[in-house]
């Protein structure tokens, strides 16, 4: 199984009424959706694989997808793991033995 470089578990939490949470959420997923990348939507948090650049841009424009939605500010969490040289564990082989 190839390594990927680096893997990023991000957690949006737009700051607007509770009612608008989940449609600005389903647009940051929708994006991170259309990246291609290999990605698991889990109940707290988007956990992504891929080149380091490319998830680093996907980060910034995450935050700027819930801005642009209209909230005034959102709180991010985000977890990198960065090993150019040996690569990460892949997603599949840190959840697939407890999930199937």
């Known amino acids: 199984m190839e390594k990927m470089e680096c893997a990023v578990a991000i957690q949006m939490l ?3 009424e509770a009612g608008r949470v989940i449609p ?11 990246l291609g990348l290999p990605m ?10 891929g080149d380091f650049e490319v998830l680093m841009d996907m980060v910034k424009q995450c935050q700027l997808i819930c ?3 209209g909230a005034p500010s959102l709180l991010s969490y985000v977890k990198i793991h960065y090993a150019p040289q040996t690569g990460v564990w892949s997603i599949a082989e840190k959840i697939d033995k407890h999930n199937g």
Not at 41 to 46: A, D, K, L, N, R
């Open 24 to 34: 600005i959420v389903d647009a940051v997923i929708a994006y991170i959706k259309g």
């Open 67 to 69: 801005i642009n939605a």
């Open 40 to 49: 698991v939507v889990g109940p707290f948090e988007t956990t992504v694989e």
């Open 14 to 16: 737009p700051q607007v």
